[in-house]
Each structure stands twice: as C-alpha cells, then as structure tokens.
C-alpha cells in the first residue's frame, strides 16, 4: 500500500477533532505536566561543547553534568517515565484490541511499559547517534527511523509480540514507502522540540533581565511545555494512522 502523507496528516486532524476532550484530559496529565514540571523546577541540562573543545572545557562539562545528574536526575527519570507512560496509553486506547476506557488503558500501559522503553530506545538511537555525533547520518538514520515508526504501535496491538519481533514487523510494514515515513519520523521526533524551540529562546534570553520574573518563567515554560506536548500527542496519533493503514491489508481486517 502506497502512503498519501498529506492524508494521513488529515485523519490525524480528523481524529483529534473527534476525540479532543478525551485527548485533551490524557495528554494534559501525562505529557504536558510532567514536562511543565521538569522544565519550571529543574535547571537545563548542561551544553555538550564538541568533541574539539579543548580538555579543560571537557572537564568542566563532565563536572557540570555531574553535578547536575546529581540534583535532577531522578526527577528528569520520573518525568520521562511519565511521559512515555502517557504515549502508551493514548496508543492502546486506540490499539488495544479489548477497547477499553483510560483507567483500562492506563493499567493495561503498565505492565507493557518496560518493553515499551526497550523499544523506544532501540528505535530513537540511531537519530540520536547521528544528531550528536556524526550529522552527516541524518538522512540515513531518519529513513531507518520511519521503517521503525511502526515498531511501536505493532508492540501494543499484537501483543503478546517481543521487542525484535515488533522491530522486524514494522520494516515489513513499511517496505516501499521509507520516505513517505522518514517524512512521518521528521514530525514524530522534531515537531515538539520546534514549537517550543520559541518559549526556551525566549526564556534563555530573558534570564537575569527585568522582565524575567517568576510569572514570566512559568508563562514560557508552560508554553515550551505545551508544544512538547503537542509534538508528542501528534506523534502518537500519526503511529496510529499510520499502522491502521498498513497492518490492515496484511492482517486481512
């Protein structure tokens, strides 16, 4: 089956629009307030200077993240579990065979929460590697990224299904429409960090000046927070289309 993007990205307005409240009251407490939370009460993650930086800013970086590990690790954990945890559970509201409400959902999400971790790992790595460490990759490993897109979903409807064989599932799903979904994956993993790219600017470059109050902080953060939010939800619900349309003609339904 041959992907249209543009629309996907309409069954994806489509489907909010239809279930906006239910949308709305999960993605508010899963994804938007932890992350509220972590940006309004932990300090940011110390810059990576580059590999040629010489080895005294090296160090320095090693003793700053450190330092910062030190005070906000576990609360960044507790957030991004969170986080991942509200992902799954908007995914097996549409997913899950059994139908079942967001208290259904959301203790279903449990038990599968750490192959789902697994998962996610497995398929980010590879954009991660190469946006940190060789961005010449960055086109092959969105490619990789949008054959993987589908590991996902398929981890939550066919369950029972492990982690490597959710991976070999989506690459037979999306044999012959890699860049259709490497454009799929740019949405999934850049389109939060962009919209609230503007908040944490704005933020960084107020910070110590008059304006940046406390009232003010917690505005941006709410609004870098939101867009996080936003990006997440909008991943979410794409994974979804986008395994309703091509697991169905394979799986005959």
């Known amino acids: 089956m041959t992907l249209n993007g543009a629309s996907v990205l309409r069954d994806v307005w489509r489907m909010w629009k239809q279930d906006r409240q239910l949308l709305l009251g999960v993605a508010g407490l899963?994804?938007?307030?932890?992350?509220?939370?972590?940006?309004?009460?932990?300090?940011?993650?110390?810059?990576?200077p580059g590999f040629e930086a010489d080895e005294a800013k090296l160090q320095a970086y090693v003793q700053a993240s450190r330092a910062w590990t030190m005070s906000y690790g576990v609360g960044m954990l507790a957030a991004a579990i969170i986080v991942l945890l509200g992902t799954l559970t908007l995914l097996l509201l549409y997913l899950d065979r059994r139908r079942p409400d967001v208290k259904g959902a959301l203790l279903a999400a449990l038990p599968v929460l750490p192959r789902y971790l697994l998962a996610f790992l497995l398929v980010s790595i590879p954009l991660a590697l190469a946006l940190q460490i060789v961005p010449l990759l960055i086109l092959p490993a969105l490619y990789l990224e949008g054959r993987l897109l589908l590991a996902i979903p398929a981890l939550v409807a066919e369950r029972p299904l492990s982690v490597v064989g959710a991976l070999r599932r989506s690459w037979a799903l999306t044999r012959g429409n890699g860049l259709v979904l490497a454009g799929m994956a740019c949405i999934t993993f850049f389109a939060g960090p962009i919209m609230a790219l503007p908040f944490s600017v704005l933020g960084s470059t107020l910070n110590g000046a008059p304006l940046a109050n406390p009232v003010v902080a917690a505005i941006l953060d709410a609004g870098a927070a939101a867009g996080l939010t936003v990006g997440a939800l909008a991943g979410a619900l794409i994974q979804v289309l986008l395994y309703r349309r091509l697991a169905q003609p394979i799986r005959g339904i």
């Open 30 to 48: 899963l994804l938007f307030v932890p992350q509220f939370g972590s940006l309004l009460f932990m300090q940011p993650q110390p810059v990576f």
